[in-house]
C-alpha cells in the first residue's frame, strides 16, 4: 500500500504550503515550490490509489467509511485543482488583487477538506488493516 505514504507526504506538503503563506513573514517562493510539489504527489497518488482499490477487490472489500472517503476526494481534488490553478495563474501572469484574496480565502477550505479526507483515509486504514 504505497498510497497512505504518498498522502502522507502530500498532506505534510499542503500543511506546510498554507503555513509558508499565512504567517506573518511570507515565503511567496518557497510556498510555490512546495505547492508544486503537493499537486504532483496528488497526481501521482491518485492514479496509484485507484489501482490499489482494484486490486483488492474493489470498495466490497473495504469497510463503509470508503464511501465518505471517495466522495470527498471529489471536494478535495476540485478544490486543490482550482487552488493549483489560481496559485499558478498569479505565478505567470502577476497577483490581482481579486484573485489573491479568492486564492487566499479558498486555501482555508483546501486545508479543512485535506485534513478531513486523510482523517478518513485513517479510518478506512484502521478498519481494514487493524481492526480486521
Excluded: C, D
Excluded at 507526504?9 to 511570507?26: A, E, I, M, P
Amino acid at each position: 500500500m504505497y498510497h497512505p505514504a504518498i498522502i502522507a507526504v502530500f498532506v505534510l506538503l499542503v500543511v506546510t504550503s498554507y503555513l509558508l503563506k499565512t504567517r506573518t513573514h511570507h515565503y511567496f517562493t518557497a510556498h510555490y515550490v512546495v505547492g508544486i510539489m503537493a499537486i504532483s504527489l496528488f497526481a501521482i497518488a491518485v492514479p496509484i490509489a485507484l489501482y490499489e482499490v482494484s486490486i483488492s477487490g474493489g470498495s466490497s472489500a473495504f469497510p463503509p467509511v470508503i464511501y465518505f472517503h471517495f466522495a470527498n476526494f471529489f471536494v478535495a481534488g476540485s478544490l486543490i485543482i482550482v487552488q493549483t490553478a489560481l496559485g499558478l495563474g498569479m505565478l505567470v501572469f502577476g497577483r490581482r488583487k481579486e484573485l489573491y484574496s479568492i486564492h487566499k480565502r479558498l486555501s482555508k477550505y483546501v486545508l479543512t477538506v485535506i485534513l478531513l479526507q486523510a482523517a478518513l483515509g485513517l479510518l478506512v486504514y484502521l478498519f481494514t488493516f487493524i481492526l480486521t
